[in-house]
């Protein structure tokens, strides 16, 4: 028997070869100086320039408050106008309410003080309807035009969070998002702190550009020593 040959088409295997943490292109643009600069969002379908609004929320509490006082009311109205035509009295409280309405003043103390709380139940109802609210959820990059999704703040602390752990010579972290920017502090055990910092950035811009947000937020990095025990 002989021996099989080797065939002349066999290629070698490619060797993928990690990036030295706080090198490449990302490093350089996240430098000590840059740690607050905002990244460049991704691209989005539909959306060229990665906006999204934000969510609105469905008010349920409130809407549901306010179905609740007008039922009541009108229905405390609706009888007593019912009492009335079959012959009763009307109610008291109709009766002394339409007496302090024709009688006092409009300077009287009592109805400035009810016209206030009208406004400002008018005026609070008005900003519920006028903002979008649920500013826990952060809009993320569509990928389908009639597909919207979301991510909670705190699931995107939490990314972050673990993201940051991963660096070394980090002991703690804490992670805030908000609409517009990631606050991260941490605490270094070990290390020079600007490689930590560095090596902060760098790990965590990847990781914001990998949560698709958007509108990706800017991002600060605090690193310090962790404080002396007494």
Known sequence: MSEPQGSDDTR???VLE???P???DDAGALGQSASSAAYEPLGTAGDEDGRQGRFWSARRVPAGILALLLLVAAGAFLYDVVAVRAGR???YWRTWLARQLAERPLDDTAVLVGAGIAAAIG???IVLAATPGLRDVLP?????ADVRAGLHRGAAAMALRDRAME?????SVRVRVKRRKVDVRALSHFRELDDVRADLDTTLADGIKGLGLAR????SVHVARPGKKR
């Open 12 to 14: 070698k295997t490619p």
């Open 18 to 20: 990690k990036p030295e």
């Open 22 to 24: 706080g090198g490449g």
């Open 89 to 91: 009295t009307a109610l």
């Open 123 to 125: 005026l609070w109802l």
């Open 140 to 144: 993320m990059r569509r990928t389908h």
């Open 167 to 171: 660096v070394a010579g980090v002991q």
């Open 216 to 219: 990706s937020p800017a991002l």
